[in-house]
């Protein structure tokens, strides 16, 4: 396992292990900035995930939210935030957030943690920015 891999394994560790249930994300981001991770690349519906890391980038499969060819939701911005705003409040799963956003027309987030920042993409073009809190780990 090279050290990029391994590196970011043990920062998404620590992430979980003290991340709380509320506003969770931000304290992963955090654990993950600290480990060297500057962004996080999401491919949906595929569930792809790309690091980029100072170790280098790290591709990480995921499970599909769809089974074979699927029509893309258009694109739902109040949709997308009410998803956004259940996670924060800890009132859904990752993959609920993940399906969540598919229908609401999401096919892809960068999260850029040097920025704190997330841009949520449509199929056409279409982007929603939000940015989230520095936080104490």
């Not at 939210?65 to 956004?84: H, K, Q, T, W, Y």
Request: glycine share 10%; charged share 20%; net charge negative.
């Amino acid at each position: 396992m090279s050290d990029a891999i391994e590196n970011l394994k043990a920062a998404q560790e620590r992430g979980m292990a003290g991340r709380p249930k509320e506003g969770g994300f931000p304290y992963l981001a955090e654990t993950l900035r600290r480990a060297g991770i500057t962004r996080n690349l999401w491919h949906l519906p595929s569930c792809q995930s790309i690091y980029l890391t100072e170790m280098g980038p790290v591709a990480v499969p995921g499970t599909p939210l769809i089974d074979g060819m699927a029509e893309v939701p258009p694109f739902n911005r109040e949709a997308l935030i009410s998803a956004l705003r259940a996670d924060q409040a800890g009132r859904s799963t990752f993959p609920e957030f993940l399906q969540a956003s598919w229908k609401a027309g999401v096919v892809g987030y960068d999260i850029d943690l040097i920025g704190r920042t997330c841009t949520y993409h449509g199929a056409g073009g279409e982007t929603y920015v939000e940015s989230y809190p520095e936080v104490e780990l």
